[in-house]
């Protein structure tokens, strides 16, 4: 069973899966040029995400032409990674401020809070 996928279908997902690949290609030559980490986080980052809206809304167009309605399960992914990123990214800078402040770097932010006695 080979559905017939009208050609417009395909020019948009090959698109957007092209799309996909140069917002990554982007993202991994940020994390090659940019010098810090904290540099690192952000834009790369944005550029990753871009790339997965475009391959997810690649198989949405694919799945409802396919199926012949309106198909929105892929968009799920999109949901997990809205989710997940932010926690993920304030998590690891959170611990790589941590390394900063207790491996005596002097540009590092101070705590917001002072230390404890005792």
Same mark, same amino acid.
């Given at each position: 069973m080979?559905?017939? @996928? &009208?050609?417009?279908?395909?020019?948009? %997902?090959?698109?957007?899966?092209?799309?996909?690949? %140069?917002? @990554?290609?982007?993202?991994?030559?940020?994390f090659l040029r940019l010098p810090d980490f904290f540099l690192r986080m952000h834009p790369p980052a944005l550029a990753y995400t871009f790339g997965s809206w475009c391959v997810t809304l690649a198989a949405v167009v694919y799945l409802s032409a396919v199926e012949e309605r309106p198909t929105l399960h892929p968009l799920l992914i999109i949901v997990m990674l809205c989710i997940t990123v932010p926690v993920t990214t304030l998590l690891l800078a959170r611990a790589a401020?941590?390394?900063?402040?207790?491996?005596?770097? /002097? /540009?590092?932010? &101070?705590?917001?809070?002072?230390?404890? /006695?005792?």
């Open positions: 080979n559905p017939q @996928v &009208p050609l417009w279908v395909e020019a948009v %997902v090959a698109v957007l899966l092209v799309l996909s690949g %140069v917002f @990554v290609l982007l993202s991994a030559l940020g401020l941590f390394r900063r402040r207790t491996s005596g770097v /002097d /540009d590092a932010p &101070p705590s917001l809070t002072p230390p404890r /006695d005792g």
